[in-house]
């Protein structure tokens, strides 16, 4: 989004038929999902072969144990009901089987069946977490493959994206070039690693709302001057009262302006198992804003925004985030630019980050001016000011179990399904 013109300062100064694409005719069974997509922490179940199951959820939020049981074994409590395979408070996987019995968060069942997951999977059930699970949660086109629209062109992404009402979108390996606009009440999921979009992708307007894109990479077009890239796209943009987007595994790059600016009144949008970073040294190398200015009235009390298990490196100069308004969560998150500014807290913003690793040399704190406060639990790196606290910050609405800090880099860094479009969607 061009930070001109939404007066930004930058820091100091897409019914089926009508389309070509093809209907996926897909009999889809219980999966379980190893790519912990939901909250940090959390491990799938050790086995039970796909049955009648339903999905276990814990009060952490994350889908654990889909399948693993027989017919007839269910178990309900605190936290989401567990179909043969349970889940304890917290989401934490136990192994699955027939016949689970009632408990506080749902407790084991009996022994499994066998099976494996790869672990380089994600399923088109995984529990949306953050801030876009709360205030009606996000579901984007559902979760009936059966019905799911399968492209290979960047015309029939486009088609699919603004088309009304919900759909799943499934995105073939290979280049995708052009502007991305995604309607209301879409996912859109690359169904392998190699989905690439030279160029950029918009979710935006007032009426945008329940938007899920995942597995992808979006690598925004060159630009050469200072003044060119900030007058040009972001990669990703959310704004202008968009809300409830959940934007997971993500692989974003060389946005001209910025790489996931969020503005103008977005609302309720997580960010998870994500990449940021530049592949060449330009000017302007600004990753991620939250609000364009200290006077974007459309934006006070919004902007309620969830980084989790994500990753800032290579060229990344500033704004991991950097923000103003906003009530922002960082959650074991890695952070390894070498760069000038980490979070820069603005006008009336709060930030909380926690059990986050900062490969860095400098502060993680930047006052912008007027913040309400900020917050550090649980870090570790090389930075400074790690813990550190001022002002009020505001309590998380949701609840999540995080890694350790210490284990964050290693999670967010696997080559299969670590942060960046790594998985195989399970379908």
Same mark, same amino acid.
């Given at each position: 989004?061009?930070?001109?013109?939404?007066?930004?300062?930058?820091?100091?100064?897409?019914?089926?038929?009508?389309?070509?694409?093809?209907?996926?005719?897909?009999?889809?069974?219980?999966?379980?999902?190893?790519?912990?997509?939901?909250?940090?922490?959390?491990?799938?179940?050790?086995?039970?072969?796909? @049955?009648?199951?339903?999905?276990?959820?814990?009060?952490?939020?994350?889908?654990?144990?889909?399948?693993?049981?027989?017919?007839?074994?269910?178990?309900?409590?605190?936290?989401?009901?567990?179909?043969?395979?349970?889940?304890?408070?917290?989401?934490?996987?136990?192994?699955?089987?027939?016949?689970?019995?009632?408990?506080?968060?749902?407790?084991?069942?009996?022994?499994?069946?066998?099976?494996?997951?790869?672990?380089?999977?994600?399923?088109?059930?995984?529990?949306?977490?953050?801030?876009?699970?709360?205030?009606?949660?996000?579901?984007?086109? @559902?979760?009936?493959?059966?019905?799911?629209?399968?492209?290979?062109?960047?015309?029939?992404?486009?088609?699919?994206?603004?088309?009304?009402?919900?759909?799943?979108?499934?995105?073939?390996?290979?280049?995708?070039?052009?502007?991305?606009?995604?309607?209301?009440?879409? &996912?859109?999921?690359?169904?392998?690693?190699?989905?690439?979009?030279?160029?950029?992708?918009?979710?935006?307007?007032?009426?945008?709302?329940?938007?899920?894109?995942?597995?992808?990479?979006?690598?925004?077009?060159?630009?050469?001057?200072?003044?060119?890239?900030?007058?040009?796209?972001?990669?990703?943009?959310?704004?202008?009262?968009?809300?409830?987007?959940?934007?997971?595994?993500?692989?974003?790059?060389?946005?001209?302006?910025?790489?996931?600016? &969020?503005?103008?009144?977005?609302?309720?949008?997580?960010?998870?198992?994500?990449?940021?970073?530049?592949?060449?040294?330009?000017?302007?190398?600004?990753?991620?804003?939250?609000?364009?200015?200290?006077?974007?009235?459309?934006?006070?009390?919004?902007?309620?925004?969830?980084?989790?298990?994500?990753?800032?490196?290579?060229?990344?100069?500033?704004?991991?985030?950097?923000?103003?308004?906003?009530?922002?969560?960082?959650?074991?998150?890695?952070?390894?630019?070498?760069?000038?500014?980490?979070?820069?807290?603005?006008?009336?913003?709060?930030?909380?980050?926690?059990?986050?690793?900062?490969?860095?040399?400098?502060?993680?704190?930047?006052?912008?001016?007027?913040?309400?406060?900020?917050?550090?639990? @649980?870090?570790? @790196? &090389?930075?400074?000011?790690?813990?550190?606290?001022?002002?009020?910050?505001?309590?998380?609405?949701?609840?999540?179990?995080?890694?350790?800090?210490?284990?964050?880099?290693?999670?967010?860094?696997?080559?299969?399904?670590?942060?960046?479009?790594?998985? &195989?969607?399970?379908?």
């Amino acid at each position: 989004m061009n930070e001109r013109a939404r007066s930004i300062d930058h820091d100091a100064l897409l019914l089926l038929g009508m389309y070509s694409s093809r209907l996926w005719s897909l009999a889809i069974p219980p999966v379980l999902f190893a790519c912990s997509s939901g909250d940090p922490g959390t491990s799938p179940g050790s086995g039970g072969s796909a @049955g009648t199951g339903g999905i276990s959820v814990g009060t952490g939020g994350q889908i654990a144990g889909v399948g693993g049981s027989s017919a007839g074994g269910s178990s309900s409590g605190v936290g989401g009901s567990s179909t043969g395979g349970a889940t304890a408070s917290g989401g934490t996987t136990q192994t699955g089987g027939a016949g689970g019995s009632e408990a506080s968060g749902g407790a084991p069942g009996g022994s499994g069946g066998g099976g494996s997951v790869d672990p380089g999977q994600i399923s088109i059930t995984d529990a949306v977490p953050g801030f876009a699970s709360v205030e009606g949660g996000t579901t984007g086109g @559902g979760t009936d493959l059966g019905t799911a629209i399968a492209v290979s062109t960047m015309s029939e992404l486009q088609d699919a994206a603004k088309t009304s009402g919900s759909a799943i979108i499934l995105v073939e390996p290979g280049t995708y070039a052009g502007s991305l606009n995604v309607t209301s009440d879409k &996912t859109i999921i690359g169904t392998l690693p190699g989905v690439m979009i030279q160029g950029n992708v918009s979710i935006s307007g007032s009426g945008v709302s329940n938007v899920i894109v995942r597995n992808l990479a979006i690598r925004g077009n060159p630009c050469a001057t200072y003044d060119e890239c900030k007058a040009g796209a972001d990669a990703v943009y959310v704004g202008n009262g968009a809300h409830h987007v959940w934007l997971d595994h993500l692989d974003i790059s060389d946005g001209q302006d910025g790489n996931c600016d &969020t503005t103008q009144g977005a609302d309720y949008i997580t960010v998870s198992w994500t990449k940021f970073y530049y592949t060449y040294d330009k000017e302007h190398r600004f990753s991620n804003l939250i609000a364009g200015s200290d006077d974007e009235p459309n934006s006070v009390g919004k902007l309620h925004i969830t980084y989790m298990n994500s990753d800032w490196g290579e060229r990344v100069d500033t704004r991991q985030p950097r923000g103003r308004f906003g009530n922002i969560h960082m959650l074991n998150n890695y952070h390894h630019t070498g760069g000038g500014q980490i979070h820069g807290v603005g006008k009336d913003m709060a930030l909380i980050a926690e059990h986050c690793f900062y490969d860095e040399g400098i502060s993680i704190w930047t006052d912008m001016g007027s913040p309400r406060g900020w917050k550090g639990v @649980g870090n570790e @790196g &090389t930075a400074s000011d790690l813990n550190a606290t001022l002002g009020t910050v505001f309590t998380i609405p949701y609840s999540y179990t995080p890694l350790p800090a210490s284990e964050v880099v290693a999670a967010v860094t696997k080559a299969e399904c670590g942060a960046g479009n790594t998985c &195989t969607l399970q379908h």
